[in-house]
């Protein structure tokens, strides 16, 4: 029995980069010369797939930049029929309630997507940059004490590590929270060299 060509595609989104999905795409068996991005064009990838193909993603969501784009897209596959894999999670689309997944997955990041473009038309990528990592970044008194205690995170890069210390970067902390150890806010200068 003759296995389909898998064919690969790819589109780079600001959470998965495109040197994330070829290698994780390649893992996965797909030939570099049936790889796809949106250079060669969406037609190109459907002609090449044919019908009982399989689409190989690395998520769902890779396939369009937001849903409208995903409508036409299915508009464009109605009369076919292939397989859909989506590599990162090693999911298929060959049951509704698994497709129901990988679609609503597919939202909530086409959405994100969409809520840092408008973060960056408001107010310039640099603004809405600051913005979205203040948004998500650890209250400052439960990053204050993990960032003060020198015996437990003896390096900088520890105390980074540490799931509660989420969006805060060694700038921002020597900034924001003070030397290591100590709890004084440092707000004129900049150390040469970060010390442990």
């Not at 090449?48 to 995903?70: I, T």
């Amino acid at each position: 029995m003759k296995h389909p060509v898998k064919i690969g595609w790819v589109r780079a989104m600001k959470r998965y980069s495109e040197s994330t999905q070829r290698s994780a795409l390649a893992e996965a068996g797909v030939d570099d010369m049936k790889l796809y991005t949106d250079r060669e064009g969406r037609m190109a990838m459907l002609a090449d797939l044919g019908a009982g193909g399989e689409l190989y993603v690395y998520r769902l969501s890779c396939l369009a930049r937001d849903r409208r784009d995903f409508r036409a897209l299915v508009e464009q596959i109605n009369d076919r029929s292939f397989g859909i894999y989506e590599v990162a999670t090693m999911r298929q689309a060959k049951w509704p309630a698994v497709l129901g997944d990988m679609l609503a997955d597919a939202f909530d990041d086409w959405a994100g997507n969409r809520m840092m473009a408008s973060e960056a038309r408001k107010a310039g990528k640099k603004g809405a940059a600051k913005r979205w990592t203040g948004h998500h970044r650890t209250d400052i008194r439960v990053a204050k004490r993990i960032w003060a205690d020198t015996k437990e995170y003896i390096r900088i890069e520890d105390a980074l590590a540490h799931p509660d210390m989420d969006g805060w970067t060694p700038i921002t902390a020597w900034r924001l929270l003070g030397k290591r150890g100590t709890g004084v806010q440092q707000v004129k200068r900049k150390p040469a060299k970060w010390k442990k």
